[in-house]
């Protein structure tokens, strides 16, 4: 059966690394929001652009690309800040391909361990910023978290244990 997995959190928090390793262990593709963003900005798409129209850019694009891998019978990762609103559309999206669903949140209990894990952290993604904890800090406020059914791992869990338990949780076994 497919599933749709989506991770959210704060920046800093670990999506993107557990996100990618349970994706290479399930063989599912993982689609991160940054990257897409990343690969626009060379183009002057996002220039000018006002908050909410990019934040609805950025959610139809993940979700298209969620769509189509559902199409095809396949499975997908999602990597994104996302509220119940949204992660309620990609269920909804799951569940017209008769996949399941599955929302991961990714959080650090230690804010000292988040702000340095935030800053010392180099990405790479070609075209795209690393983001400081004034960003955080607004995030925080814009998405407070997801209230709805789902997973919370702890980025001061080692990253094994985490991965382990969210493979554990979506039927992906070694």
């Known amino acids: 059966m497919s599933r749709v997995v989506v991770f959210t959190g704060l920046p800093g928090t670990g999506k993107s690394t557990v996100a990618e390793e349970v ?68 269920e909804r999206t799951a569940g017209r391909y008769g996949a399941e669903f599955r929302l991961i949140e990714c959080v650090c209990s230690d804010e000292v361990v988040h702000r340095e894990r935030l800053e010392g952290r180099r990405r790479g993604i070609p075209g795209w910023h690393e983001v400081g904890w004034n960003h955080v800090e607004r995030m925080r406020v814009e998405f407070p978290g997801v209230t709805r059914e789902h997973l ?8 094994a244990a985490n991965v382990e338990s969210v493979c554990r949780s979506i039927g992906v076994l070694e």
């Open 23 to 90: 994706g290479r262990r399930a063989g599912v593709p993982v689609f991160a929001g940054d990257w897409l963003l990343g690969a626009m900005v060379p183009h002057g798409v996002l220039t000018g652009v006002e908050r909410p129209r990019l934040l609805a850019m950025f959610y139809d694009l993940l979700g298209t690309l969620v769509t189509r891998q559902l199409m095809l019978g396949q499975s997908a990762i999602v990597d994104a800040v996302v509220d119940d609103v949204q992660a309620e559309r990609w």
């Open 152 to 159: 919370t791992i702890d980025a001061m869990d080692p990253l």
